[in-house]
C-alpha cells in the first residue's frame, strides 16, 4: 500500500482532524477542524498567529500559516467521550512569504538533518522518557504514585501496569513499535521505550507518547506526570537521548563503529562525541529548559551533573553503548536530559555540536568510569571535568554565549527559548513556597 493509499484510507471514517504543531518549550498546540474542511486544509493550510508559538506576540510574526505534514496522519485509537472519530497531523509552519518559519521546532530540526545530510550522515534518534503514574486526591494536589514497586520490579496490583498497556496498544495502532515498558527506580515510575528513528520522527512521536500517556492514565483516574522532579523525596525523571549516524549511501553503514578499536568507536565518533562535551552547558539550556528541571539536576540526586563521558559508567552524564560485536548498536547516550525538553530543537543542537567536534577534529578526553558519588573535587580537577549548568540563568548564558548551537537553531528561536525561560524564572522568584514558610514564618 503506498502512502497515499494509506492516507487516503485513514481520511475515511474521520469526524474530526487536530492540527498539530509545537510551542518553542515543546508544548503540542492545536486546531481541531471538521473532517468536511480536511481538504481544503489538506491543500491551502490555515493561519496562525506566530504569538501561540513564540510565546509572546510580535507583529512581525503574526501571519504564519500551518500546512499538514499528511506523512504524519494518524488516527487516534481512542474515540471522544461521545464516540467521535478523530485524527492528528502534525503540520509545518510557513512564514508569510511560504518559506519554513525560522522559529518552527519542526523546521530547525529539519534543517540540522538537512547539514547532517549533505555530510554524508543520517541522524537515527532513540529516546527513553520517564514518567510517573500517580493518583490524585484533592484537585491541585501532587498526587501519591500508583504503585510501591521499585525498579524492573513485577507487581502484584496490576492498575499501573494496565495504563502503560493501555499507552503501548495506542501507540502501536498509531504506528510506532514499542520495545517494551518495565518500572523505574521509584514508587510509580515507569517508561516506555519505543523504536529508533529518523530525528524527525523520533522528536514527534515522543511528544506523541506523552500526550497518549496522559489521556490513557486520565482514563484509569491517574495521572501521568513527565515534569522533571515532580516528587521531593523520589528521583526525578529523565529523557536518555540515544543518538549515532548513519552513511546516506545504499548500505547506509553506521559510522560510529570501529571494529579496530578496543572501545568499538571510530574517529568519527570521538569528535562528535568531542563536540557534544564542548557544547554541553549550551545543550543543557535546551535539554533542562525549565525552573523544575534543575530540581532533578544537583549532585547526589542520581542525576548525572558534570561533562564527562563513560563506556561503562551509568552515573555519567554521556554514555557510549553498543556491543562491538552489532555495529549498528554503536551510539551516544545522554543521561542527563529531562522530558520538559522540546526534542526538536535539543535533537537540532546535538547534531550542531557532533558537526562541530568534526570539522575541529576535537580531540576527545579520557573516559570516567569512576562512580559520580565518588568523585571529589581533587579528582574532577585533576581530569578537567567541570560541572554541567546548575540553574537555568547560567544555562541561558551558555546557550547565549554558543555561536554554534544559537546557529543551529536561529537567533529568533533562540530568543523565544531565552524569553520564555527568564519569565519563568522572573515569575518562580515571586512566588512564596510552603518550605520558606516552615523555615522561616516564626525562625526570623
Not at 532533578?296 to 563506556?311: D, E, I, K
Not at 571535568?385 to 547560567?394: E, G, K, M, R, V
Request: one cysteine or more; hydrophobic letters at 40%; charged letters at 25%.
Amino acid at each position: 500500500m503506498t502512502r497515499q493509499t494509506m492516507t487516503e484510507a485513514l481520511e475515511q471514517g474521520i469526524d474530526f482532524v487536530q492540527l498539530l504543531f509545537t510551542d518553542i518549550a515543546g508544548r503540542l498546540k492545536t486546531l481541531e477542524i471538521p473532517a468536511g474542511r480536511w481538504a481544503e486544509v489538506r491543500d491551502r493550510g490555515w493561519t496562525l498567529d506566530g504569538a501561540v508559538l513564540l510565546g509572546y506576540g510580535d507583529p512581525r510574526h503574526s501571519d504564519l500559516r500551518l500546512v499538514p505534514d499528511t506523512s504524519t496522519l494518524v488516527r487516534r485509537p481512542w474515540t471522544t467521550p461521545s464516540g467521535r472519530t478523530v485524527a492528528m497531523v502534525f503540520c509545518d509552519v510557513l512564514d508569510a512569504t511560504g518559506r519554513p518559519f525560522a522559529a518552527d521546532p519542526r523546521a530547525v530540526l529539519r534543517r540540522a538533518v538537512e547539514r547532517s545530510q549533505a555530510r554524508g550522515q543520517r541522524p537515527v534518534f532513540g529516546v527513553e522518557a520517564e514518567f510517573y503514574l500517580l493518583r490524585r486526591s484533592d484537585p491541585g494536589a501532587t498526587g501519591q504514585p500508583a504503585d510501591n514497586a521499585g525498579y524492573w520490579d513485577l507487581g502484584v496490583d496490576e492498575q499501573a501496569d494496565e495504563v502503560c498497556r493501555d499507552i503501548s496498544e495506542a501507540l502501536e495502532q498509531m504506528g510506532l513499535t514499542v520495545d517494551g515498558h518495565h518500572h523505574e527506580v521509584c514508587h510509580g515510575q515507569r517508561e516506555i521505550v519505543f523504536r529508533h528513528g529518523g530525528a524527525l520522527e523520533t522528536a514527534d512521536r515522543l511528544l506523541l507518547l506523552k500526550h497518549t500517556a496522559r489521556v490513557m492514565a486520565r482514563r484509569r483516574d491517574m495521572a501521568a506526570v513527565f515534569m522533571p522532579k515532580p516528587l521531593a523525596h523520589l528521583y526525578g525523571n529523565a529523557l536518555h537521548v540515544h543518538v549515532s549516524l548513519e552513511g546516506t549511501g545504499a548500505d547506509s553503514a553506521p559510522l560510529f563503529h570501529d571494529a579496530a578499536d578496543p572501545q568499538g568507536m571510530s574517529a568519527l565518533f570521538r569528535s562528535s562525541l568531542a563536540g557534544v562535551l564542548e557544547h554541553a552547558p549550551a545543550l543543557t539550556a535546551l535539554g533542562n529548559p525549565n525552573v523544575n528541571s534543575y530540581k532533578r539536576l544537583v549532585p547526589a540526586s542520581g542525576t548525572p551533573v558534570h561533562r564527562s563521558w563513560a563506556r561503562h559508567n551509568r552515573s555519567t552524564a554521556f554514555k557510549v553503548v553498543g556491543d562491538n560485536a552489532a555495529p549498528r548498536s554503536m551510539r551516544l547516550e545522554m543521561r542527563s536530559p529531562d522530558p520538559a525538553a522540546n526534542p526538536h530543537l535539543l535533537f537540532a543542537g546535538v547534531l550542531a555540536a557532533f558537526a562541530d567536534g568534526q570539522d575541529r577534529d576535537l580531540p576527545l578526553a579520557a573516559a570516567c568510569e569512576q562512580p559520580a558519588d565518588e568523585l571529589t573535587a581533587d579528582n574532577l580537577a585533576v581530569h578537567g571535568i567541570t560541572a554541567l549548568p546548575t540553574d537555568l540563568p547560567s544555562a541561558l548564558q551558555a546557550l547565549a554565549q554558543d555561536t554554534t548551537v544559537r546557529g543551529a537553531l536561529g537567533d529568533l528561536a533562540v530568543h523565544a527559548v531565552d524569553r520564555g525561560a527568564r519569565a519563568e524564572w522572573s515569575a518562580w522568584h515571586r512566588i512564596v513556597t510552603p518550605w520558606e514558610m516552615e523555615q522561616y514564618a516564626e525562625t526570623v
